[in-house]
């Protein structure tokens, strides 16, 4: 692994963008593991698959991380959301239609 500025080509460059985006891909697999149980749990608890106050949350927290980071919390906040998105379908897909769970705002 090197630093940005110990890579002298482009090679360099891309094997550790390439690193980088396959530990990515492990987390976001890590993630998915994690919204299946919640899945689980939910359904067991009558729950919904989107709990607004919680997305809320969630974005609040990854625009504070972006913010300390040198990110632009904005592009963050359009990435998780896209992520949200999914995760949430993901649940629904286990769950069956919000309609038949509480209705939690």
């Known amino acids: 692994m090197n630093t940005p500025q110990?890579?002298?080509d482009m090679a360099d460059i891309r094997a550790d963008i390439?690193?980088?985006?396959?530990?990515?891909?492990?987390?976001l697999a890590?993630?998915?593991?994690?919204?299946?149980r919640a899945a689980v749990i939910k359904a067991v608890a009558g729950l919904p698959a989107r709990i607004p106050p919680r997305v809320e949350q969630v974005?609040?927290?990854?625009r504070d991380h972006a913010q300390a980071h040198g990110l632009s919390p904005d592009l963050v906040e359009m990435l998780w959301r896209?992520?949200?998105?999914?995760?949430?379908?993901?649940?629904?897909?286990?769950?069956?239609?919000?309609?038949?769970?509480?209705?939690?705002r």
């Open 82 to 104: 896209r992520l949200i998105d999914w995760s949430i379908a993901r649940e629904e897909t286990r769950l069956g239609p919000d309609s038949d769970r509480k209705d939690i």
């Open 18 to 27: 390439d690193r980088i985006d396959a530990g990515l891909v492990r987390l």
């Open 59 to 62: 974005v609040a927290n990854v």
């Open 6 to 8: 110990d890579c002298s």
């Open 30 to 36: 890590e993630r998915a593991v994690y919204i299946d």
